[in-house]
């Protein structure tokens, strides 16, 4: 599939999210010449579609698309919120392994959002347009090959362990003692 097939089948489209989203993401995997979560991982323990998660504020919801250490994907119908579709993925982030790349579309429009540690968040937005420029079907491409440098430049920042923000140094100065915290 071409840049060009997949925006004029996808532009087109009016599908519901239910009908579409998969159909979506495989397309999108010909285009970028990925393999397909059920030929890369039949037993869906690690590459799967509809990955079932408990929400970090309680109850139960899934996944559309999820890849260990890679990525987790929701994908929304024609102009959905984009906003609440990144929320969602955040209340499942957690029991997913906090994978690096948060990613949403509409089947319009994509954004792909970082979750790195100790580096702030940015975001990655273009729409079917802009599918075809080169920068975007490598960012694509590198979300499914090289999370760390898909959306930044380069791998997370490392916070030395003399830095006050560090775990260990944090930590240095907190005790427990008669089942309370004591900060020092």
Request: aromatic share 10%; with cysteine.
């Amino acid at each position: 599939m071409t840049p060009q097939e997949f925006i004029v089948k996808w532009q087109r489209a009016n599908l519901s999210e239910r009908s579409a989203a998969q159909q979506h993401f495989l397309d999108l995997c010909d285009l970028l010449g990925q393999a397909k979560p059920a030929a890369a991982d039949p037993d869906g323990s690690w590459y799967t579609f509809e990955r079932g998660v408990n929400k970090s504020e309680g109850g139960e919801g899934w996944a559309d698309v999820w890849m260990r250490d890679r990525f987790a994907w929701e994908c929304k119908g024609k102009h959905k919120d984009l906003v609440a579709a990144y929320h969602q993925l955040q209340l499942y982030r957690e029991d997913l392994d906090n994978p690096p790349l948060l990613v949403v579309c509409d089947l319009n429009r994509f954004e792909i959002h970082t979750n790195f540690t100790y580096t702030p968040t940015k975001v990655h937005a273009f729409d079917l347009a802009g599918l075809a420029e080169p920068k975007n079907l490598d960012l694509l491409r590198k979300v499914f090959t090289d999370p760390k440098r898909s959306s930044h430049g380069g791998a997370p920042r490392k916070l030395p362990l003399s830095s006050p923000s560090s775990p260990r140094a944090c930590a240095s100065g907190i005790s427990i003692r008669g089942g309370r915290l004591i900060s020092s």
